[in-house]
Nanobody
């Protein structure tokens, strides 16, 4: 069964850090393109960071220098290390697998979404 399960969300104060994890099953993990998205209340879902099969990464301008996307092929897990968190980072965060195109911090086509994990940053 193909499945993506996120974890690691929570509540943190401004300037704090969190590491999100996305455990994948049913995939050959080191193929395909992977990304983290987020969706705040009343806003559209937006791509935050993307990592291609060759491990090249792309970030949204709003998180560049603060977030790092990575993956551990041996553990079939995708990560998002978030630091210097701001209130505007508050959102539900989703991992996704799909197809890359261009150099944007999102997928051209999403094959699979995770269920999401909530991140709340308070001042």
């Amino acid at each position: 069964q193909v499945q993506l399960v996120e974890s690691g969300g929570g509540s943190v104060q401004v300037g704090g850090s969190l590491r999100l994890s996305c455990a994948a099953s049913g995939y050959t993990f080191n193929t395909g393109c992977w990304a983290w998205y987020r969706q705040a209340p009343g806003k559209e879902r937006e791509g935050v960071a993307r990592i291609a099969s060759g491990s090249s990464t792309t970030y949204a301008d709003s998180v560049k220098g603060r977030f790092t996307i990575s993956r551990d092929n041996a553990k079939n897990t995708l990560y998002l290390q978030m630091s210097s968190l701001k209130p505007e980072d508050t959102a539900m965060y989703y991992c996704a697998r799909g197809i890359c195109a261009g150099n944007l911090p999102r997928l051209y086509y999403v094959n699979q979404w995770g269920q999401g994990t909530q991140v709340t940053v308070s001042s």
